[in-house]
C-alpha cells in the first residue's frame, strides 16, 4: 500500500528511462508508480491523487504536454513535472506559464529530479490539507466550537447528544473562550425544546441592583422606576432552556433563590407573592471547578449539587491540538466572506503557529486571529518562511513576550489594569505592545 504524499506517477516510453527514474525516486524513500504511456497514468490520476507526475514529453499517443492539459482540465493544484529533450524546453517553458509546476531536461542529476519533486510533493500536501479542512469546516456548520475530530471532542458532542433530550440541568465548565454558550445552544437546539426561547444571561455582566429584576421580572410599582410590569428571564425561558453564564459571580441572597426555583420549578416575581409555574430547564457554565473548596467561600454547596446533576467539560484548545487548524480554516472562511475576500491558503508557516501557540483565550481568541489573517492584519504572518527556519533571539524574545501577554490577559480575564499590574510595566508600554504584537484585548474578556 503506498504512503499518502510520497506518491510520485513516473511516464517515459523509454523503459531504461523509466526504470533509472523510478529507483532513482526510490531510493530517495519515495513511492514511485512507473507507467510506459500517458492513458494509463490518466486513468489513475484525480483530483483526490495525493502525489505528483513526473512525464517525459516526446511520446507516441497522447504525449506529455496532452497528459498535463488533461490533468490540468482535471485539477490544476496537482503538480506536473515535465521532462525535456533539449529541442523540447520552449514548449515546456510554455507549459510553465500555463500551470506547469516544473521540467527538467534531459540529461538531468538524480538530486535535480529529487529536489523538484520534494518541492512538489509537499505544494499537493498544502493543497489537499486545506481542501481537507474546507470540507470538513463546511459540514462543521454553525456549531462552532463542537467543530473537530479529536476523541475529546467526539466524546463531547455523544454526551450532549445523548442528554439534550433528558430533561436535567447540566453545568458545563470550560476556560474563557472555550465555547460554553455554544454548548448550551446546541443542548437546547438538539432537544424537544428547540422550538421555544433559547434564553441567556451572563451573570457576570450585570450589576446586582438589576441581575435579580432580570432573572425574577418584576410586577409594576415593584420598586422606584419599575412603572410597568416586566417578565423574568426565568419565567420567559419556560418550555425552553435557560442558559446562565458565569453563574460563579451570582451574588449569594439571589443563589438562594435561584435554589429555591431549581427545587420548586416555580418563580416569584418582585411586587408580587403569586408563585408561577415553570416548565424549566437550566443550563449553567462557569469558568471554574465549582465543586472545589476555594469555590465554597463564595458559591453555595447546595446550589452546586443541585446543579450539578450532569457536568459537561468543555476541553480548552491546548488539549485538542489537532482540532486547531480546522477550527482555523472555518474561522478563516467565515471571516474572508464577512470581508469580501479570498480566504487565504494555510501556509506551513501559519500551520507551526497553529500548533505553537498556548491559545489561552481559546476559541475566542482563534476566532480573532483568523479575522487578522482574512484581512491581512496579523504581523507575524508577512512573508512566507520555512516552517524549519529557526528563529533568531530577537524573533524567540518577540515570541515570548507575545506569548507571555497573552497568557497573562487570558489569567485575569482581559481586565488591563490587573494585567498591567501583574506584568509590572506601564499601561501605555502595555498598549504599544498589544499593537506591536497583534493582540486583540476583547479575545481575553471574560465570557
Request: with cysteine.
Amino acid at each position: 500500500m503506498t504512503e499518502p504524499g510520497r506518491t510520485i506517477a513516473f511516464v517515459d516510453d523509454d523503459p531504461d528511462l523509466r526504470d533509472a527514474g523510478a529507483q532513482a525516486l526510490a531510493l530517495a524513500g519515495w513511492t514511485p508508480l512507473p507507467f510506459a504511456d500517458a492513458r494509463s497514468a490518466l486513468k489513475l490520476l484525480s483530483p483526490e491523487f495525493p502525489g505528483v507526475l513526473v512525464t517525459d514529453i516526446r511520446m507516441p499517443g497522447m504525449d506529455g504536454l496532452d497528459l498535463f492539459r488533461a490533468v490540468q482540465a482535471m485539477d490544476q493544484d496537482l503538480p506536473v513535472i515535465l521532462v525535456t529533450g533539449h529541442g523540447d524546453i520552449a514548449m515546456a517553458v510554455d507549459a510553465l506559464r500555463e500551470g506547469a509546476y516544473d521540467f527538467i531536461a534531459k540529461p538531468y542529476a538524480t538530486d535535480r529530479l529529487v529536489q523538484s519533486v520534494a518541492r512538489a510533493a509537499e505544494k499537493r500536501r498544502l493543497v489537499l490539507e486545506n481542501r481537507r479542512l474546507r470540507a470538513l469546516a463546511e459540514k462543521g456548520g454553525d456549531d462552532l466550537s463542537l467543530i473537530g475530530e479529536s476523541p475529546a471532542m467526539e466524546r463531547l458532542r455523544r454526551t450532549l447528544r445523548q442528554i439534550a433530550d433528558a430533561d436535567v440541568d447540566v453545568l458545563v465548565e470550560g476556560e474563557t473562550g472555550s465555547g460554553k454558550e455554544v454548548v448550551a445552544s446546541a443542548l437546547h437546539r438538539w432537544s424537544r425544546r428547540a422550538a421555544k426561547p433559547f434564553v441567556a444571561l451572563n451573570c457576570g455582566a450585570l450589576p446586582e441592583t438589576v441581575i435579580e429584576s432580570e432573572l425574577f421580572g418584576h410586577e409594576a410599582g415593584a420598586f422606584t422606576g419599575a412603572a410597568k410590569r416586566r417578565v423574568g428571564r426565568i419565567e420567559y425561558s419556560s418550555g425552553g432552556t435557560l442558559f446562565l453564564d458565569e453563574i460563579e459571580s451570582m451574588p449569594a441572597a439571589l443563589q438562594v433563590k435561584l435554589l429555591r426555583v431549581l427545587e420548586t420549578r416555580e418563580v416569584e416575581p418582585l411586587g408580587t407573592n403569586e408563585r408561577r409555574a415553570l416548565d424549566l430547564r437550566v443550563v449553567a457554565a462557569a469558568k471554574i471547578d465549582l465543586g472545589s473548596a476555594e469555590a465554597r467561600a463564595y458559591f453555595r454547596e447546595d446550589l452546586f449539587y443541585r446543579l450539578n446533576v450532569v457536568t459537561v467539560r468543555i476541553p480548552p484548545l491546548r488539549e485538542r491540538g489537532s482540532d486547531i487548524p480546522l477550527l482555523f480554516s472555518h474561522f478563516l472562511r467565515r471571516a474572508a466572506e464577512r470581508f469580501r475576500r479570498e480566504a487565504p491558503d494555510v501556509s506551513p508557516r501559519l500551520l507551526q503557529r497553529l500548533a505553537s501557540h498556548p491559545w489561552p483565550g481559546n476559541v475566542r481568541e482563534l476566532t480573532h486571529f483568523a479575522e487578522r489573517v482574512a484581512l491581512g492584519l496579523d504581523p507575524e504572518m508577512d512573508g512566507d518562511e520555512s516552517p524549519d527556519t529557526p528563529l533568531t533571539l530577537p524573533e524567540r524574545v518577540d515570541r515570548f513576550e507575545a506569548d507571555t501577554i497573552r497568557q497573562t490577559l487570558a489569567d485575569h480575564g482581559g481586565d488591563v489594569k490587573s494585567t498591567v499590574e501583574a506584568l509590572g510595566i506601564p499601561r501605555k508600554t502595555f498598549y504599544d505592545k498589544l499593537q506591536r504584537h497583534g493582540i486583540s484585548r476583547r479575545d481575553f474578556a471574560e465570557g
